[in-house]
T-cell receptor, first 114, second 113 residues
């Protein structure tokens, strides 16, 4: 079945540690996105990538980094520079708007600082 | 900042009643809107979408209405069931050319058995 797989489902990070969240899709979507969700808030865009080897900052990119070496994969690294990383992280992918988007989300990774 | 808002943060309905969830958007040029359902601890699931050349679109037990005059969307759920309990988001494109979306803060729907 086609879809987006995020792993791990739960992740614990110690102070000062970098952690990487995985996102893989087999939908043949060109665009991929990372969102952060905090309680009672909407989804905030961290980074997005329209095509392999290219990505842009979203609204809250500070303290995060990404790579897009393969069409299927868009990992997110939460660095020690992110002072408040505890949140629910969602990865999404889509087609181009010209062909109807097909915006699809993964099941999320809950990151907690310990 | 976000350009999509919702009128009510919470909504409680009796099982079997119809539910209406509202959403306001800010960009009159937005050409496409999506409604998502998010259950606790899960990723958002696509419910229904609508393009700006339509006023209404129906799915299975759901209907989306678009009023471009007042920049307002609504999601109607017929015969609401306990499984409909979730947070519902609307989304609109961030720009007129890109693929990124703004998402509302969500309305939490609780279905009372």
């Amino acid at each position: 079945d086609g879809g987006i797989t995020q792993s791990p489902k739960y992740l614990f990070r110690k102070e000062g540690q970098n952690v990487t969240l995985s996102c893989e899709q087999n939908l043949n979507h060109d665009a991929m996105y990372w969102y952060r969700q905090d309680p009672g808030q909407g989804l905030r865009l961290i980074y997005y990538s329209q095509i392999v080897n290219d990505f842009q900052k979203g609204d809250i990119a500070e303290g995060y980094s990404v790579s897009r070496e393969k069409k299927e994969s868009f990992p997110l690294t939460v660095t020690s520079a992110q002072k408040n990383p505890t949140a629910f992280y969602l990865c999404a992918s889509s087609l181009d708007r010209a062909v109807g988007y097909g915006y699809t989300f993964g099941s999320g990774t809950r990151l907690t600082v310990v | 900042g976000e350009s999509v808002g919702l009128h009510l943060p919470t909504l409680s309905v009796q099982e079997g009643d119809n539910s209406i969830i509202n959403c306001a958007y800010s960009n009159s040029a937005s050409d496409y809107f999506i409604w998502y359902k998010q259950e606790s601890g899960k990723g958002p699931q696509f419910i229904i979408d609508i393009r700006s050349n339509m006023d209404k679109r129906q799915g299975q037990r759901v209907t989306v209405l678009l009023n471009k005059t007042v920049k307002h969307l609504s999601l109607q759920i017929a015969a609401t069931q306990p499984g409909d309990s979730a947070v519902y988001f609307c989304a609109e494109p961030r720009t007129n050319t890109g693929n990124q979306f703004y998402f509302g803060t969500g309305t939490s729907l609780t279905v009372i058995p």
